[in-house]
């Protein structure tokens, strides 16, 4: 079962990345995971395969994926290792940042074909030390003297930030600005010093390599994106996180189900005239499989169309953002449980660290899903809007 809506390039493309997964990404996921290291094999395959600006439309080289072909490959990454899905997801966010929102500037399309040919990695610096995980408020602020900007944010996490050749930060557009009236502002890795602030050991999404920072850069305005993050956020920002993050979720729930698929047929073998009782257990697990996909699938269709349509009134509603919302708070819930069914379901195999059905580290990514943009934040907001909507 895939989405509507995909490239005619994207089979293609997906039978490679399985391959990539099953030869480079899935082989080294359990040191990534142990030893809390990024996962350089992958992204070197990822980079030669053009994927880091698979985003980028075809007038400034890239493939021109959409939202749905994209979220495709996120579910792919995420059935063999949830911290390469993860980083991959979170890079395409701001990458979608840069399509939505940054095109009409020259200096962002000359960008744009140098994420093409440099493959670059970018990453992000939303959340700031002071306000929690706020994305829409800042503290920092973005000092403009002439053509040229300084900067300098203390954020407790910027995910893979010590190896991303770019990050987009959030902050207050001036000095005498709101907290959210905010601006992103791309800064290169010659643009700027990192200081290290706090480690990132974890109990899972350990390969991200989330640390925090004080961010000291400088460089020029046109670096600057042209638009208000408030639009960024409301037609980028929010939906875009919280779709792609749902697939990648969505493609580590599907291996832990083959996981434990693959232990119900081991016991079936055992006794070939007896339906093993794990069976009951895995068909009511693929019922719980069934519905998660079909939220992730029938939210990324809305967003997609609302993508197509242009249409600034499709965003501006609260229908369309309590429906992305909930993708996120019903994903993350059932990521939980469908990886807790099929350990279930595996027994001490999917418990055990040492074999081939282990669902230890989908388990332990399984539970960050929650507390990426807390679901009490997000159901709080839900309730608000629940309130005023019409």
Same mark, same amino acid.
């Given at each position: ?32 995971? &142990? ?44 059935? /063999? ?5 993860? !980083? ?35 990453? +992000?610096?939303? $959340? ?8 829409? +408020? ?8 002439? @053509? &040229?900007? $300084? ?8 995910? /893979? ?12 557009? +001036?000095? @005498? ?10 800064? &290169? ?15 899972? #999404?350990?390969? $991200? ?7 000291? +850069? ?12 408030? @639009?960024?956020?409301?037609? $980028?920002?929010?939906? #875009?996180?919280?779709?792609?993050? *749902? ?35 895995? *068909? ?6 069934? =519905? ?16 197509? *349509?242009? @249409?600034?009134?499709? /965003? ?7 429906? !992305? ?6 994903? =993350? ?17 999917? /418990? ?24 009490? &934040? !997000? ?12």
């Amino acid at each position: 079962m895939q989405p509507t809506r995909l490239s005619p390039q994207l089979p293609a493309l997906l039978e490679g990345l399985h391959g990539i997964g099953r030869d480079i990404i899935a082989p080294h996921a359990a040191e990534v995971d &142990r030893d809390a290291r990024f996962p350089h094999e992958a992204y070197a395959a990822l980079k030669q395969q053009k994927l880091l600006s698979c985003y980028v439309p075809v007038e400034y080289g890239g493939m021109g994926l959409n939202i749905s072909d994209l979220s495709q490959i996120c579910e792919v990454l995420g059935q /063999y290792c949830g911290s390469t899905a993860m !980083i991959f997801a979170m890079h395409q966010i701001q990458v979608g940042c840069i399509v939505h929102h940054a095109l009409d500037s020259e200096f962002f399309r000359g960008y744009a074909r140098e994420m093409v040919e440099q493959q670059y990695l970018i990453a +992000s610096a939303t $959340t700031e030390l002071g306000i929690g995980g706020d994305v829409r +408020s800042s503290l920092c602020a973005v000092q403009v003297t002439g @053509d &040229r900007f $300084t900067l300098e944010k203390q954020t407790p996490v910027i995910s /893979y930030g010590a190896t991303a050749d770019a990050i987009l930060v959030t902050c207050r557009k +001036s000095e @005498d600005a709101a907290r959210n009236d905010q601006v992103q502002v791309l800064v &290169r890795k010659s643009d700027y010093e990192l200081t290290k602030l706090s480690g990132w050991d974890t109990l899972g #999404f350990r390969g $991200t390599c989330s640390e925090g920072f004080v961010l000291k +850069s400088q460089g020029r305005v046109e670096q600057i994106l042209p638009q208000p993050y408030a @639009d960024i956020h409301r037609r $980028t920002m929010h939906p #875009f996180s919280h779709v792609v993050w *749902a697939s990648l979720w969505l493609g580590l729930s599907i291996d832990a189900v083959s996981r434990a698929r693959s232990a119900v047929r081991a016991e079936a073998r055992k006794n070939p005239s007896v339906t093993p009782i794990s069976a009951t257990r895995l *068909a009511e697990l693929d019922t719980v499989l069934f =519905s998660m996909r079909g939220g992730v699938y029938q939210t990324l269709r809305e967003y997609h169309d609302v993508l197509i *349509a242009n @249409d600034p009134e499709a /965003y501006s509603g609260f229908s369309f953002a309590i429906n !992305i919302n909930n993708l996120k708070l019903t994903a =993350s819930q059932f990521v939980v449980e469908v990886v807790g069914k099929a350990m279930l379901i595996c027994g001490i195999q999917g /418990y055990r660290n040492d074999s081939k059905l282990t669902l230890g580290r989908h388990l332990r990514d399984a539970y960050g899903a929650a507390l990426m943009v807390n679901n009490d &934040r !997000i159901l709080g907001q839900s309730a608000t809007m629940q309130i005023v909507q019409r």
